[in-house]
């Protein structure tokens, strides 16, 4: 199978061409992921309100808790922690799943399109082992770089210290890590097709990846450079924006905080009194829900953006039409002339 050109623009902007192309899909997957994190955070919450609910009983009883009350307290807490990190995977997986449905199959689950069926368990496994793959080159990375220490402080002894020696051993740590960081980059870029692939094939897929990024590494990779430095700017953006909303609702506020903290805090409940009346203000309460929202939809796009480069990549090279350039109106000038069917 021939494989169509790499059309830079598209690849490094396929997920805005994917919501170009499917708009309401888009908005059914991130209207759901909203939803998926806000029971998330109220499961946790509401699992740990028994343990917090103690912890401000003690706290205005100023007595010493019981030895019972603090492993309730810990075991609460830990329980709640490693119920988290199961949802926490779960709707991290169908959310990746769900976004790579729709820029590889164009495809989008009826009525819920967070799932967790074949498609996010073979998606979990390939995380699973990219994770591992990762850890495994850390371990490998670290003992190079011993060995670079080791070669360097042996040049250093074989010159006598000399100012030579120094400089050549500093210049083989620094060749040493240029070349550790390309190998590290060529990894994770050859890798970056794997989920998007085992989604597309539904199957398995993770040194499959290496053929999908076959001769496109380099256009790749200047694909993730735009985007890290789109990422840059958007959140400086963002953050400037969010930080004029949190001043804009706080602003009415001002005075009732002032009169709060002269007239001091003694127990816990006053506390959260105090931050209970300061929260349900409107203006309080419609600037931090307009940052969070801020903050969850820039997420959204930046890793969609990232995530899509992999899918480009996969789509390519399985032929699919949505990677085309004719059918998502992507200018292809860049890397050369538009592929044609046919």
Same mark, same amino acid.
């Given at each position: 199978?021939?494989?169509? !050109?790499? %059309? ?20 059914? *997957? ?5 939803? /998926? ?7 946790? +919450? /509401? /699992? ?54 729709? @820029?590889?199959? %164009? ?7 967070? !799932? ?14 990219? $994770? ?12 190079? +770089? ?11 002894? /074989? ?42 094939? !539904? ?24 985007? #890290?430095?789109?990422?840059?700017? #958007? ?10 909303? $949190? ?9 009732? *905080? ?15 009194? @105090? ?48 990677? !085309? ?18």
């Amino acid at each position: 199978m021939s494989e169509q !050109r790499y %059309d830079f623009a598209t690849a490094t902007f396929f997920f805005f061409k994917t919501i170009g192309r499917r708009p309401g899909g888009f908005l059914a *997957i991130l209207i759901t992921q909203l939803i /998926a994190y806000a029971v998330l955070v109220s499961i946790l +919450f /509401a /699992a740990l309100a028994p343990a917090l609910a103690t912890i401000m009983r003690l706290a205005q009883s100023k007595s010493e808790p019981e030895f019972g009350e603090v492993l309730a307290i810990i075991g609460s807490f830990g329980l709640t922690g490693l119920l988290g990190t199961v949802l926490y995977i779960i709707v991290l997986v169908s959310v990746q799943a769900a976004w790579l449905r729709l @820029m590889t199959r %164009d495809e989008v689950k009826p009525v819920i399109p967070l !799932r967790f069926g074949l498609d996010e368990l073979r998606l979990l496994g390939v995380n699973i082992v990219l $994770l591992a793959i990762a850890i495994v080159i850390s371990l490998f990375g670290s003992v190079f +770089f011993v060995l670079a220490g080791a070669g360097g402080a042996g040049l250093i002894a /074989a010159g006598e210290g000399s100012v030579w020696s120094g400089l050549g051993a500093g210049l083989l740590g620094f060749l040493f890590s240029v070349a550790i960081g390309v190998a590290l980059i060529w990894l994770a870029i050859k890798f970056a097709a794997g989920p998007a692939m085992t989604i597309n094939e !539904r199957a398995f897929r993770v040194f499959e990846s290496f053929s999908a990024t076959r001769g496109i590494v380099g256009w790749m990779f200047l694909s993730y450079l735009l985007l #890290l430095a789109v990422y840059l700017v #958007l959140g400086v953006i963002v953050g400037i924006i969010q930080q004029i909303v $949190l001043f804009a609702g706080f602003a009415g506020s001002f005075q009732t *905080i002032e009169q709060m903290s002269t007239t001091g805090v003694k127990t816990a409940e006053q506390v959260f009194d @105090m931050a209970g009346q300061l929260f349900s203000q409107p203006g309080i309460a419609a600037s931090l829900i307009l940052f969070l929202l801020l903050q969850f939809v820039m997420q959204v796009f930046m890793e969609g953006l990232w995530h899509g480069v992999g899918a480009y990549a996969a789509v390519r090279h399985s032929g699919g039409d949505t990677a !085309r350039t004719e059918d998502i109106g992507a200018p292809a000038g860049s890397v050369g002339d538009a592929p044609h069917e046919g």
